[in-house]
């Protein structure tokens, strides 16, 4: 029984502190929004249609800032995205279902994912 109640906690724990990843976005609008409290200009956001993005993704374009905030229906979406795409000359962090791609690292930083090189 202790096992148990030590393996609920650590998972708990794990829950509530999160990993590098773990942060999610329910939309590239609520990205967006995250964006800009981390300080990131985006005053009028351009939707990015899904036939540009791939099946599973919706984005927009912060274009002031040369910013592409994207986020993913599943993780296979996010891999296929990022298969097609490649490497990129834009800064790219994100979590499991989102990418934010632009020139200010430090700021992208800031909307809980991980660099993605």
Partial sequence: MRKLGVAVVVGLALVLTGCSGSTTYSSAEALADAFVEAGGECPTPQVIDES????????????????????????????????????????RFGG??????GQDESILDQLGGSRIN
């Fill in 96 to 101: 499991d279902y989102w990418i934010a791609a």
């Fill in 52 to 91: 540009m993005l791939g099946e599973g993704a919706q984005g927009v374009l912060c274009q002031e800032s040369a910013t592409f905030l994207t986020v993913f229906d599943s993780a296979a979406a996010k891999d296929r995205y990022l298969a097609e795409t490649g490497d990129s000359q834009l800064v």
